[in-house]
């Protein structure tokens, strides 16, 4: 990664990276640490220490972000953290595939998870300077972009992300004017979550991904945007 791609954000910029041991995750925080002008980043997830988050136990959330309080306030936070298949199911290909528990699980890790961080955390944000909340989503949670259908929870529960991050950004312009809230879809990464789908032939390294997503971040103007990882807007 080049040095200083985050040169928009304010120097000795604080970083949060939740779901920091998934292939993005860390790739996200080994680009961070990288960086000069980062002076802190934090990497959180199920089993990080002393600080750990868990979407299945959401009084980690609210017990973190209070822990995290003196360390901010943040110019950075990113949601790496979702579900796309978990032990015995895989994406729904029709209807009648479709099964209450897996949509449940899918939902608490993509939409109701996020929701909570999105509650806790803000109020870590920089609100005076620029700064960004973002939440990794997805293109096939795109409604207008939906052509192949399938997917179905995969797809609802990022649609559903979306909506949380342009109602909370509506919220936040006027608590925390410098603060953009952001949808980030990441482009296909070579990673467990894309492993049993080709992910190895067409996706591409974690930390390439990493790099053309800092870069649409650097240039990002308007909060509550659903954004590509090449900077282009995609539809709702």
């Not at 604080?14 to 961070?32: M, Y």
């Not at 009084?59 to 990113?78: H, K, M, N, R, V």
């Not at 979702?82 to 032990?87: F, P, S």
């Not at 591409?204 to 650097?218: C, N």
Request: charged share 15%; with cysteine.
């Amino acid at each position: 990664m080049g040095m200083n791609t985050m040169k928009a954000l304010p120097d000795a910029y604080r970083a949060l990276v939740i779901g920091g041991s998934g292939a993005i995750g860390a790739a996200f925080v080994q680009a961070l640490r990288d960086d000069p002008r980062c002076a802190l980043c934090v990497a959180l997830h199920r089993r990080s220490s002393p600080l750990a988050i868990d979407f299945a136990r959401p009084d980690s959330i609210a017990e973190t972000a209070a822990a995290l309080t003196d360390q901010g306030p943040f110019q950075l936070i990113i949601n790496a953290a979702g579900l796309l298949h978990g032990e015995g199911f895989m994406p729904e290909k029709r209807l009648a595939d479709l099964d209450p528990a897996q949509m449940l699980a899918t939902f608490s890790a993509n939409t109701v998870g996020p929701a909570m961080l999105l509650r806790h955390f803000t109020p870590l944000l920089d609100g005076r300077q620029r700064s960004l909340m973002v939440m990794l989503s997805a293109k096939v949670g795109s409604i207008g972009d939906n052509r192949l259908g399938g997917w179905y929870s995969y797809r609802a529960s990022k649609a559903a992300l979306n909506m949380l991050v342009k109602t909370a950004a509506i919220e936040l312009r006027r608590s925390k004017p410098g603060a953009l809230i952001l949808a980030l879809h990441p482009g296909t990464v070579s990673s467990a979550l894309s492993a049993p789908f080709r992910g190895a032939e067409i996706g591409r390294p974690a930390a390439l991904a990493v790099t053309q997503m800092l870069a649409a971040l650097e240039s990002a103007e308007d909060s509550g945007a659903f954004l590509s990882y090449d900077g282009s807007t995609l539809p709702w």
